[in-house]
DNA sequence: CTTGAAGCGATTTTT
DNA sequence: TCGCTTCAAG
């Protein structure tokens, strides 16, 4: 086969430049659907396969976990398995990568804990109150967390702080260098490293260490960059470092889906790509081969509106489409119901997986997940914090963690305080006191000389048991083990399983179901990397944020669920682009800060990921911080012209959720949503004993754990419905109705 | 001192 | 609805 013809045969004129000029800078300003993925897939190939160049020598990097994900599959596909050795990886998991190699210039050892926000932001939130006696709230706290990781996005250390940035403008101006450096000293202390240092520490070992620079230099030969409108300072400079002596460096990009400006991604990087590499080849990428003429004419007449922009005209061949649809909806609930059902509709002749439903902010997601649940269509949600930060997982990712690194200071103070064991706020004071005076100690250490420290016996007892145990599980996972037996011993001698199983039964929750799906990714792991660590496994999933990041070949037949900053870089035949009201596309603290410009690319990225068929819907009344409020359509709807959008709106009346509710609301069942609605699912095996009698305040019953009592009264109704009962030992308990198992007397 | 219960407000997008 | 803060009992 020649694969110069090959692989060049079915790209257009551009794109085979594109594909051919493999030597020398190259930026390729590429529109929404223009084939950059195509491109830089049969790039590779032709490095590979005509150039013969090294797979391994070939670094691509893109911004989500997805794109990733995708762009190494289809270059597998495309390429043949020679494919596997390129690193294709997320700029985090590439700088992630890179720094467990440089660590040693760090002083580090190559296996630190990962933070992510939330434990920076406690780490932080300790800093303030003991260091600065400041009781600051969590959105003052996260202020401090993002300003830091600003810093380091813009490579600046907190000794280069004071002369770098003007510290008036900020808020807490007077005391941000001192915070900073405190922080940076605390991490360090705990062997840690935060989102910001996977790309911060190794720009700067690369740019203080000449050796270490000439050695990656040397391995890496080739780089291909996506999404290059979107990337920060530091991410420019790690590129551009490395791929700085063969200056073998393909970007693309477009300035229309800049869409990380809130991060510090700075679209001058590609605009001045010019102005570093003067000799670039640049080719223009403005064929469409994605979407329908409709959904282009909508895309290209919002973006319209942005000032400011590189002049680009796309086009495409294919002229037939239907047009783009707005349903205006009640309620937020009556948008998720349509569109669940029309996706029911639409699953006849189009597979799940080609679906997308986008929104603005995470916490959109819940109401179509459980609409979706309800008619039992599969789906998965992407990104944001559905997983890996539920309390369950976290808590036992805490032993976990400290068990891997026991100067970590988050996991330990986790582990420590969960469950409770009698180590309250002032114990602990001892204990950061101890470590404060000896912070070569781990905590570990620290707790194994529990008898040294000035506390009750009662907490002495506890951590000495906790040291005990931890320490043998360290001795365990020196060596290899099997996690998931490990994760069990944790569960167990933790306490932890006893209190996810009593809450799991009071009151419905699914953490030990979430525990599962935690275990099923550590025997996943195993079998992908057999020689893998717990600290491999750890570092591993510090970088994804749900599960459907964890098993990618789960992706099977499911609709997909996610934030439109997830879909950049992918493509459906169907998209649903929902909550098309003002303030919340675009959201309230976009149009605050000024940012409508970049909330309105975000709105032609999400129009641009549809290939035939696109629907808006809008709700007028949402459910705000527990009340509904009215909304109003959101002005992006207002800036396409007449006749580019078919509109039509739905009533109430007519709405599935009316019909919906009656056909659940039978004495016998409670109605369920949601979640509750995945255990109903496993409660139906053991079907009979869900159904409850209608019980009432004096009734006596009978409750398998707690023996006869009499109802004292019903709190609430539906599904929320608890039960106060007053039992015989002279104690009241209450439950949630629908998950008791009680007999009337 | 520690913990559970009651009461109150909720501020985005990624790794 | 959820998670955090406040308060009082043990």
């Given at each position: ?9 079915n ?7 594109a594909?051919?000029h ?16 195509r491109t830089?897939?049969?790039r ?5 396969h ?16 997805k ?12 390429v043949?398995?020679v494919a ?5 990886r997320t700029?985090h ?16 050892p ?18 303030l109150?003991?260091k600065?006696n400041?009781?600051l ?10 300003t ?9 250390s907190?000794?280069e702080?004071?002369d770098?940035?003007d510290l ?20 360090k ?40 409108q ?25 300035d ?6 809130w ?31 409709p959904?282009?004419?909508l895309?290209n ?5 942005n ?8 086009f ?6 239907s047009?783009?649809?707005?349903t ?21 002749s ?7 439903v986008?929104?603005r ?60 064991r ?17 912070p ?6 620290i707790?194994?000389?529990?008898a040294?420290?000035?506390?009750p016996?009662?907490a ?9 145990w931890?320490?043998?599980?360290r ?8 996690l ?5 011993d944790?569960?167990?001698?933790s ?5 996810f ?25 195993q079998t ?28 099977g ?6 934030t439109i900053?997830?879909?950049k870089?992918l ?8 909550g098309?009201d ?11 800060n ?10 032609y ?11 808006l ?6 459910m705000m ?15 396409i ?16 959720v ?15 949503t ?13 079907a ?29 109704s539906?599904e929320?419905?608890?039960?106060h ?16 198992n009680l007999?009337?007397?």
């Amino acid at each position: 086969m020649n694969w110069a013809d090959e692989l060049t045969k079915n790209l257009n004129g551009p794109q085979a430049d594109a594909v051919r000029h493999t030597q020398g800078p190259v930026l390729a300003l590429a529109g929404a659907g223009s084939g950059k993925t195509r491109t830089i897939v049969h790039r590779i190939g032709y490095l590979i396969h005509v150039d013969g160049v090294k797979p391994w020598r070939i670094v691509a990097v893109t911004f989500t976990n997805k794109a990733a994900q995708e762009m190494q599959q289809r270059t597998i596909d495309i390429v043949g398995p020679v494919a596997a050795d390129c690193l294709i990886r997320t700029y985090h998991s590439f700088g992630l990568y890179l720094l467990r190699q440089l660590a040693q210039y760090l002083e580090m050892p190559a296996s630190f804990t990962i933070w992510d926000e939330a434990d920076q932001q406690s780490v932080i939130q300790t800093i303030l109150t003991s260091k600065f006696n400041l009781n600051l709230n969590k959105t003052q706290v996260r202020y401090f967390a993002q300003t830091f990781s600003s810093f380091k996005d813009s490579l600046i250390s907190p000794d280069e702080l004071a002369d770098e940035v003007d510290l008036d403008q900020y808020e807490y101006g007077e005391i941000m260098q001192e915070a900073y450096h405190l922080y940076e000293q605390q991490k360090k202390q705990s062997i840690a490293m935060d989102f910001a240092d996977l790309l911060y520490q190794p720009v700067r070992v690369l740019q203080s260490v000449p050796e270490a620079l000439e050695k990656y230099r040397n391995r890496y030969r080739y780089f291909l960059v996506d999404e290059y409108q979107d990337t920060n300072y530091a991410q420019y400079m790690l590129i551009n470092l490395l791929a700085g002596a063969e200056r073998n460096l393909f970007v693309v990009g477009d300035d229309d889906q800049a869409i990380y400006g809130w991060r510090g991604a700075d679209v001058t990087n590609i605009l001045n790509f010019n102005q570093d590499y003067p000799d670039a080849l640049v080719i223009k990428l403005e064929e469409n081969y994605r979407s329908t003429q409709p959904i282009l004419d909508l895309a290209n007449s919002v973006i319209a509106n942005n000032s400011n922009r590189m002049e680009k005209r796309l086009f495409t061949s294919l002229t037939e489409g239907s047009l783009p649809k707005l349903t205006v909806l009640p309620d937020d609930n009556s948008e998720a119901i349509f569109i669940a059902e029309q996706i029911a509709r639409l699953s006849q002749s189009i597979h799940h997986d080609e679906i997308a439903v986008l929104y603005r902010t995470n916490a959109q997601s819940r109401l179509f997940e459980e609409a979706l649940l309800q008619r039992k269509i599969p789906y998965r949600v992407f990104g944001g914090t559905a997983f890996f930060a539920r309390k369950e997982v976290k808590d036992v990712l805490a032993y976990l963690r400290f068990i891997d690194n026991p100067f970590d200071e988050v996991s330990f103070i986790r582990a420590v305080t969960t469950p409770p064991r009698g180590i309250g706020e002032k114990s602990l004071e001892k204990i950061y006191a101890a470590r404060f005076d000896n912070p070569e100690h781990s905590f570990l250490a620290i707790i194994g000389r529990a008898a040294t420290l000035e506390i009750p016996a009662k907490a002495q007892l506890a951590l000495t048991e906790l040291h005990d145990w931890i320490t043998e599980m360290r001795a365990r996972v020196k060596k290899q083990v099997d996690l998931g037996l490990l994760l069990e011993d944790i569960l167990d001698r933790s306490g932890l399983l006893a209190a996810f199983e009593e809450e799991d039964r009071l009151l419905g929750t699914n953490r030990l179901e979430h525990i599962t799906e935690l275990k099923n990714s550590m025997l996943d792991f195993q079998t992908r990397r057999p020689e893998g660590l717990l600290s491999d496994y750890l570092q591993d999933i510090s970088l994804y944020t749900s599960t459907a990041d964890l098993n990618p070949e789960g992706a099977g037949k499911a609709v997909n669920l996610m934030t439109i900053h997830n879909a950049k870089g992918l493509e459906f035949e169907v998209v649903f682009i929902t909550g098309m009201d003002e303030d919340i596309f675009p959201h309230y603290l976009a149009q605050r800060n000024g940012d409508i410009e970049e909330e309105r690319r975000l709105f032609y990225v999400a129009v641009t990921r549809a290939k035939r068929i696109l629907q808006l819907t809008r709700a007028k009344r949402r459910m705000m911080g527990g009340q509904y409020q009215q909304t109003r359509p959101s002005v992006f709807l207002g800036e396409i012209p007449p006749g580019m959008l078919k509109m039509e709106e739905t009533t109430a009346a007519t709405s599935p959720v009316a019909t919906y509710k009656k056909t659940f609301q039978a004495p016998s069942r409670k109605p369920v949503t949601g979640e509750k609605f995945k255990n109903m699912i496993t409660a139906a095996a053991n079907a009979d004993s869900s159904v409850n009698p209608n019980f009432k305040p004096g009734d006596r019953v009978k409750h398998p754990n707690f023996g006869t009592g009499k109802v004292l009264r019903i709190e609430g109704s539906g599904e929320s419905a608890k039960i106060h009962i007053f039992f015989s030992d002279n104690k009241s308990r209450k439950f949630l109705l629908r998950y008791t198992n009680l007999e009337k007397l």
